[in-house]
Structures are given as structure tokens and as C-alpha cells.
């Protein structure tokens, strides 16, 4: 688990709504850290690779995005070898379709969720995240807990 007073976030997403909504959500939480936005996959990449920037504790990446795709952006990110330790949490706008699960975990995202529309299950969403132990998570990724669920 991390020390909630010290985790760095980055979403990603192209949509200002939903980037607003995980923002109310994490307040809602009271997890006082910074969140960092990211508008597209092409974005975050050039972000992660300013070296006078930190490197994120978890990445929360949207699938369905203009420029760059979450699953490119997250093959991006697996194939570099600074990167490939950070939780990718890939979540998808509506749905979870058997394909787009197994391609993100195939592609080594380290959970994925979809997007709740409903603010007090993203709130919830976000702290069982937040509470994982990524680092154990990361060294024994199984595809049956790869789906976050409440």
C-alpha cells in the first residue's frame, strides 16, 4: 500500500469530464495527492519521457482516446524499460468487452476497470486501487483478479 500523502497519479483521458469526475472522486476520498492529466496517449508518453518531471506511482489509462489509443499508448510504455514497473490501470469508458480485457492484460496493463458513472463507485474504485499493493500485484499478475470490480 502506498503512503497516501506521498502517491503520484496520472490519468489519462481525453474526455474533461471524466477527467473532472476522477478528480471530485479522489477529493471525495480525501486522498490529498496530486493528479496529474493527461489528454491523449501521445501526451502522456511525452510526459513520462521529461526527465525534469516525476515518474507516476500508477497510471489510469483510458482506452478510447483520439491520437494515440490507451492499448498503444500502453504497449509504449511496456516496451520501454524506465517505465515498465508503474501499475497501468486501464479502464474503458462503458464496458468490458472478453476482447478488450484480454488484449490490455496481454499488453501488460495491471488491472482494469470500467468506467462507473455512478460517483460513489468510482470513489470506492479509486480507494481499492489506491489500497493495493502493486509492487506484489506486479510480480504475480493473474488474469482471473486482473478485473477490479466492487
Not at 483510458?62 to 524506465?82: A, C, H, K, W
Not at 470500467?114 to 460513489?120: D, G, I, Q, S
Amino acid at each position: 500500500m502506498y503512503n497516501k500523502e506521498n502517491i503520484r497519479v496520472i490519468l489519462t483521458d481525453d474526455d474533461q469530464d471524466d477527467r473532472d469526475f476522477f478528480a471530485d472522486a479522489v477529493e471525495g476520498i480525501h486522498l490529498n495527492f496530486p493528479i496529474e492529466f493527461c489528454k491523449n496517449g501521445l501526451e502522456l508518453l511525452n510526459r513520462l519521457n521529461d526527465k525534469t518531471l516525476f515518474i507516476p506511482d500508477i497510471i489510469f489509462l483510458d482506452l478510447n482516446m483520439p491520437v494515440m489509443s490507451g492499448f498503444e499508448t500502453l504497449q509504449q510504455i511496456r516496451g520501454d524499460i524506465l517505465f515498465k514497473n508503474i501499475p497501468v490501470i486501464a479502464i474503458y469508458s462503458t464496458s468490458a468487452t472478453e476482447e478488450g480485457v484480454k488484449n490490455t492484460f496481454m499488453l501488460g496493463a495491471n488491472a482494469y476497470i470500467v468506467k462507473p458513472t455512478n460517483f460513489n463507485d468510482l470513489k470506492k474504485l479509486l480507494k481499492k486501487v489506491i489500497e493495493t499493493d502493486w509492487k506484489e500485484k506486479l510480480e504475480h499478475s493473474e488474469f482471473e483478479s486482473f478485473i477490479i470490480t466492487l
